[in-house]
């Protein structure tokens, strides 16, 4: 199997080598299927509920604009409760449809999955080498995410004596690798690379530790060994129970990638991007009863904003938007990013720095400290008319005014992947936001505030002389809190979708409890029915 083709760029620097997978992103370019297409062969079992599975692997494989053929090794019931049943495929029939695909198409890349008998496998392994392939892929999917056995113990030899020495990576998750490696505690993202390691020398060119269910890590971190170095890919972890078929998904597009050519790093970011963005965009989705359900593998047919992987925003991420006041923190004796962590602990969906007298290095240091805090919680984090700070700190975009720095200029100093808010007044300024390649725009103030001194206000008839032709989403800001935030929602205004708030939180004594008070506000309040007719005309 010529694998030379595919030996991976090792980067230097060593185990704590944060690889920035923002640089691969899966290629969007739209791929026209002509002559040779890229493609996936796929022998893995059927998922009767498809979010894992052949049916994962095939999904995936579209999404990512590869041809993906399949062999059948079993076909379960199952669903988002978990495995009800199994029915092995006779070997002798993989064989077969082994056989019929490799001697008929041009595979570039074999993807494993569930091999559920020895037997399988080393059928497997004998026609591999009958018709070799540019590169083999091996998920050893032991044990589903359910629970359920998937493979047991007994092809544990076979996996590791003769399909990992053929393997170009293996992706075992944790609970995988410990089995695979005799029981192994996997505890830190330190066991993950000591497991990586030790999987290596069973044969394969690459190893990847998948973190999706290392206990207690507040990102998703893989582990990558080459053969050289540990690399650790750090992901947002998605709050979400839509993770049925990560590992199946995340294998399949490693492999797809392979197929258009990606260097083996690169595959693995880009893979790594996916499945982070389809559980971004699938948090809402409700297939099923059962605790971990399917996720939308095409959710980039449906997704009308262009969220490109490092942009953590949706429009929904306005609904509560904390701006910070250096002048209230130190009112209070608070830092900056104390009061963003308790904002967020109160229930802030985005959070802005808004400092306007601070020495830069103070503000940097106050900016990255916030970062990571939202990192952790997968808020975004936004920086008040510093164009430079956000660069500094790559946090996750800007807000300016009207007299900051040109929207169109932060847009082209940013960059596509990053965030821009916009304060409008009127709807020529909201339109402009727009032509600029604005995400979103504040409008206020709202009601008259001390927070913003000769502010004019526009009132709720200003807003919804904004928000009915605005084209972008965005918040309603200046004087808002609990006591009059429902008049905003009571507007029903389609792309108003939060409100902005500053001394309603930061000029309290305790600021969680003041955002839990508003969030109950926001969530409870009805649009009135009339209202929403209005909005759906
Ligand atoms: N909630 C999550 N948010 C973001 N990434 C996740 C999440 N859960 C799993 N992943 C990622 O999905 C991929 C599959 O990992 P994992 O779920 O551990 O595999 P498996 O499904 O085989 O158990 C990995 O890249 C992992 O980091
Ligand atoms: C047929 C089949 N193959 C693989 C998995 C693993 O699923 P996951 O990727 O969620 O661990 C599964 N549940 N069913
Ligand atoms: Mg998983």
Not at 50 to 79: H, P
Not at 106 to 112: L, P
Not at 464 to 472: A, E, P, R, Y
């Given at each position: 199997?010529?694998?030379?083709?595919?030996?991976?760029?090792?980067?230097?620097?060593?185990?704590?080598?944060?690889?920035?997978k923002?640089?691969?992103?899966p290629?969007?370019?739209?791929?026209k299927?002509?002559?040779?297409?890229?493609?996936?062969?796929?022998?893995?079992?059927?998922?009767?509920?498809?979010?894992?599975?052949?049916?994962?692997?095939?999904?995936?494989?579209?999404?990512?604009?590869?041809?993906?053929?399949?062999?059948?090794?079993?076909?379960?019931?199952?669903?988002?409760?978990?495995?009800?049943?199994?029915?092995?495929?006779?070997?002798?029939?993989?064989?077969?449809?082994?056989?019929?695909?490799?001697?008929?198409?041009?595979?570039?890349?074999?993807?494993?999955?569930?091999?559920?008998s020895?037997?399988?496998?080393?059928?497997?392994?004998?026609?591999?080498?009958?018709?070799?392939?540019?590169?083999?892929?091996?998920?050893?999917?032991?044990?589903?995410?359910?629970?359920?056995?998937?493979?047991?113990?007994?092809?544990?030899?076979?996996?590791?004596?003769?399909?990992?020495?053929?393997?170009?990576?293996?992706?075992?998750?944790?609970?995988?690798?410990?089995?695979?490696?005799?029981?192994?505690?996997?505890?830190?993202?330190?066991?993950?690379?000591?497991?990586?390691?030790?999987?290596?020398?069973?044969?394969?060119?690459?190893?990847?530790?998948?973190?999706?269910?290392?206990?207690?890590?507040?990102?998703?971190?893989?582990?990558f060994?080459?053969?050289?170095?540990?690399?650790?890919?750090?992901?947002?972890r998605?709050?979400?129970?839509?993770?049925h078929?990560?590992?199946?998904?995340?294998?399949?597009?490693?492999?797809?990638?392979?197929?258009?050519?990606?260097?083996?790093?690169?595959?693995?970011?880009?893979?790594?991007?996916?499945?982070?963005?389809?559980?971004?965009?699938?948090?809402?989705?409700?297939?099923?009863?059962?605790?971990?359900?399917?996720?939308?593998?095409?959710?980039?047919?449906?997704?009308?904003?262009?969220?490109?992987?490092?942009?953590?925003f949706?429009p929904?991420?306005?609904?509560?938007?904390?701006?910070?006041?250096?002048?209230?923190?130190?009112?209070?004796?608070?830092?900056?990013?104390?009061?963003?962590?308790?904002?967020?602990?109160?229930?802030?969906?985005?959070?802005?720095?808004?400092?306007?007298?601070i020495?830069?290095?103070?503000?940097?240091?106050?900016?990255?400290?916030?970062?990571?805090?939202?990192?952790?919680?997968?808020?975004?984090?936004?920086?008040?008319?510093?164009?430079?700070?956000?660069?500094?700190?790559?946090?996750?975009?800007?807000?300016?005014?009207?007299?900051?720095?040109?929207?169109?200029?932060?847009?082209?100093?940013?960059?596509?992947?990053?965030?821009?808010?916009?304060?409008?007044?009127?709807?020529?300024?909201?339109?402009?936001?727009?032509?600029?390649?604005?995400?979103?725009?504040?409008?206020?103030?709202?009601?008259?505030?001390?927070?913003?001194?000769?502010?004019?206000?526009?009132?709720?008839?200003?807003?919804k002389?904004?928000?009915?032709?605005?084209l972008?989403?965005?918040?309603?800001?200046?004087?808002?809190?609990?006591?009059?935030?429902?008049?905003?929602?009571?507007?029903?205004?389609?792309?108003?979708?939060?409100?902005?708030?500053?001394?309603?939180?930061?000029?309290?004594?305790?600021i969680?409890?003041?955002?839990?008070?508003?969030?109950?506000?926001?969530?409870?309040?009805?649009?009135?029915?009339?209202?929403?007719?209005?909005?759906?005309e």
């Amino acid at each position: 199997m010529a694998k030379e083709a595919l030996k991976p760029q090792a980067i230097a620097g060593d185990f704590s080598k944060i690889v920035d997978k923002e640089a691969m992103r899966p290629s969007n370019d739209a791929i026209k299927w002509s002559g040779k297409v890229p493609h996936v062969l796929t022998v893995a079992g059927s998922d009767s509920g498809a979010g894992a599975g052949i049916q994962a692997d095939i999904k995936a494989s579209g999404a990512l604009g590869v041809y993906c053929s399949s062999v059948i090794t079993a076909v379960t019931a199952q669903n988002t409760v978990g495995v009800q049943g199994i029915h092995p495929v006779p070997e002798e029939f993989v064989a077969e449809q082994l056989k019929s695909v490799l001697s008929d198409m041009q595979v570039d890349v074999v993807k494993t999955g569930m091999l559920p008998s020895t037997g399988v496998i080393k059928v497997l392994c004998h026609k591999l080498k009958q018709f070799p392939i540019r590169a083999l892929v091996v998920d050893p999917v032991l044990v589903a995410t359910s629970g359920d056995v998937l493979s047991g113990p007994s092809t544990l030899d076979a996996f590791r004596e003769e399909l990992f020495p053929m393997a170009d990576i293996v992706t075992p998750n944790v609970r995988e690798a410990s089995v695979l490696l005799g029981g192994f505690d996997i505890k830190t993202i330190t066991d993950m690379c000591s497991a990586a390691k030790s999987l290596y020398s069973l044969g394969p060119r690459n190893v990847l530790v998948k973190g999706g269910d290392l206990p207690e890590s507040s990102d998703a971190v893989d582990i990558f060994f080459d053969g050289e170095h540990c690399h650790e890919l750090r992901g947002v972890r998605v709050r979400t129970h839509n993770t049925h078929g990560t590992g199946c998904t995340l294998a399949s597009c490693i492999a797809a990638e392979l197929a258009k050519g990606s260097p083996m790093l690169g595959a693995i970011q880009a893979a790594k991007c996916f499945v982070e963005e389809a559980l971004e965009q699938s948090k809402d989705l409700a297939i099923g009863n059962g605790p971990q359900g399917p996720f939308d593998h095409f959710f980039k047919l449906r997704n009308h904003y262009a969220r490109p992987c490092g942009t953590r925003f949706k429009p929904r991420d306005l609904f509560l938007y904390a701006v910070t006041d250096s002048g209230m923190n130190k009112k209070w004796g608070r830092s900056i990013s104390d009061a963003v962590k308790a904002a967020i602990e109160g229930g802030a969906t985005i959070i802005q720095l808004r400092e306007k007298n601070i020495e830069t290095k103070v503000f940097v240091e106050a900016a990255e400290a916030s970062l990571e805090i939202c990192r952790s919680y997968g808020v975004p984090l936004l920086i008040n008319d510093r164009v430079d700070v956000a660069l500094a700190c790559e946090t996750d975009g800007v807000h300016v005014g009207q007299s900051d720095m040109p929207v169109r200029t932060v847009r082209q100093l940013l960059g596509p992947n990053k965030i821009i808010g916009v304060s409008c007044k009127t709807p020529e300024q909201a339109h402009q936001a727009w032509l600029d390649g604005a995400n979103y725009i504040g409008c206020g103030g709202v009601f008259p505030t001390n927070t913003k001194k000769n502010n004019p206000t526009i009132g709720l008839d200003g807003l919804k002389n904004i928000f009915q032709s605005s084209l972008l989403p965005g918040v309603a800001i200046g004087g808002i809190g609990v006591e009059n935030a429902h008049m905003i929602v009571e507007m029903g205004l389609p792309n108003l979708k939060g409100v902005a708030v500053v001394s309603a939180l930061f000029d309290r004594l305790d600021i969680s409890s003041e955002t839990r008070r508003l969030l109950g506000v926001l969530e409870t309040t009805r649009i009135p029915e009339e209202k929403r007719l209005e909005a759906s005309e």
